[in-house]
């Protein structure tokens, strides 16, 4: 069982800046992609980003692209995602997943593993 433990979350203003951090151990960080998901109320969860645990390759959401960034800390086993420039609209519960599988996934089928989740709210 792979744990995924989100930390970071929280309330902002629109246009301003968040980064949350998702730690796991040492086996699933050196061997799994690993990505952010998140669902806003009345909403289906939606991929965010991915990053590839081989060569930190990273894959976006058209709707984040050149707002978010997705990062590996290896000296922390963490995934982090620097969020800037955030908008009402990215109000949701964000979610930490990894997958065993070696397509860097953008969909919740190739998710395996899921964090508890950290509420994101941005005001307006």
């Known amino acids: 069982q792979v744990q995924l433990v989100e930390s970071g979350g929280g309330l902002v203003q629109a246009g301003g800046s968040l980064r949350l951090s998702c730690a796991t151990s040492?086996?699933?960080?050196?061997?799994?992609?690993m990505g952010w998901f998140r669902q806003a109320p009345g909403k289906e969860r939606e991929f965010v980003a991915a990053?590839?645990?081989?060569?930190?390759?990273?894959k976006y959401a058209d709707s984040v692209k050149g707002r978010f960034t997705i990062s590996r800390d290896n000296t922390k086993n963490t995934v982090d995602l620097q969020m800037f420039s955030l908008k009402p609209e990215d109000t949701a519960v964000y979610y930490c997943?990894?997958?065993?599988?070696?397509?860097?996934?953008?969909?919740?089928?190739?998710?395996?593993?899921w964090g508890q989740g950290t509420q994101v709210t941005v005001s307006s």
């Open positions: 990053i590839s645990w081989q060569d930190s390759t990273t």
């Open positions: 040492a086996f699933a960080f050196n061997n799994y992609n």
């Open positions: 997943a990894t997958g065993t599988s070696t397509v860097l996934f953008s969909s919740m089928r190739n998710v395996d593993y």
